[in-house]
């Protein structure tokens, strides 16, 4: 209970400066798999479900800022070159981002994500516990 108080106190204290607005990152490597990241059981939003490396803009911050950052929090990774391929205004604004340039080695923040996996971008209706969007930016961006 005391670490659960802990890790809450901290996200809240971190996430003041937070807005509606969301950046996600897809990281490709080079056989077309994709970072995914188990969201917690506890989560607000799809708990217990794959997602992007990515979060919540703070205020005055970019899209691109925030992914750059955001991925860095929760992964380690460095990444570079980031495309545009899509928003989705459903809930908030997110902007979706693709990049293959990306350097370090993952080192997954667990109080955000419970676990990482490379997703391959071909078998992604093998996944039934997915951010739909993610699903279909998948079909439409990467496996064509």
């Known amino acids: 209970m005391k670490q659960l108080l ?3 106190s901290r996200f809240v ?3 003041q400066e937070d807005i509606e607005r969301v950046s996600k990152v897809f990281i ?13 059981k506890e989560s607000r939003f799809m708990p217990h479900h794959w997602d992007l490396p990515g979060g919540h803009l703070k205020k005055g911050e970019s ?3 925030a992914a750059v950052r955001e991925v860095k929090e929760e992964t380690n990774l460095d990444v570079y070159d980031l495309q545009k391929i899509g928003e989705d205004n459903t809930r908030h604004p997110v902007v979706y981002y693709i990049t293959r340039n990306y350097s370090g080695d993952i080192m997954l923040d667990k109080t955000e ?12 209706d ?5 951010v739909p969007k993610i699903r279909d930016l998948v079909k439409q961006e990467i496996v064509g």
């Open 13 to 15: 204290l971190e996430n």
């Open 63 to 65: 899209h691109d800022a």
């Open 28 to 40: 490709l490597d080079g056989d077309n798999n994709f970072l995914a990241l188990l969201r917690p």
């Open 6 to 8: 802990e890790n809450w």
């Open 113 to 124: 994500n419970e676990q990482f996996k490379w997703l391959n971008a071909g078998e992604i």
């Open 126 to 130: 093998n996944y039934n516990k997915i």
